[in-house]
Nanobody, 119 residues
Framework: QVQLVESGGGLVQPGGSLRLSCAAS????????MGWYRQVPGKQRELVAA???????NYADSVKGRFTISRDNAKNTLYLQMNSLKPEDTAVYYC?????????????WGQGTQVTVSS
């Protein structure tokens, strides 16, 4: 059974940092390109950071230079280091394959982790 469990969100002041984690099970994690997506109410889920199985990374322009995606294939875990957070980064953050197969082709999206940036 495929399972993605996100954690690490919370309330942080503008300019602060958070580190998100995603524990994956039920998939051969190391062979998949993985990504962090975020969603705010009333808007579509957007991909903000991606890391290929080989380790190369890509970022949305809105987070480039502030967010860093990484993975630990031995632990089946995906990470997102978020620095210099802005109020517009407030969203529920999810991990998934790239493209998003979990929740579309098989399994279900994880519950996500809420990130709130506010003073």
């Amino acid at each position: 059974q495929v399972q993605l469990v996100e954690s690490g969100g919370g309330l942080v002041q503008p300019g602060g940092s958070l580190r998100l984690s995603c524990a994956a099970s039920g998939i051969v994690f190391r062979i998949y390109d993985m990504g962090w997506y975020r969603q705010v109410p009333g808007k579509q889920r957007e991909l903000v950071a991606a890391i290929r199985s080989g380790g190369s990374t890509n970022y949305a322009d809105s987070v480039k230079g502030r967010f860093t995606i990484s993975r630990d294939n031995a632990k089946n875990t995906l990470y997102l280091q978020m620095n210099s957070l802005k109020p517009e980064d407030t969203a529920v953050y999810y991990c998934n394959t790239v493209p998003a197969l979990v929740g579309t082709v098989f399994g279900s999206w994880g519950q996500g982790t809420q990130v709130t940036v506010s003073s």
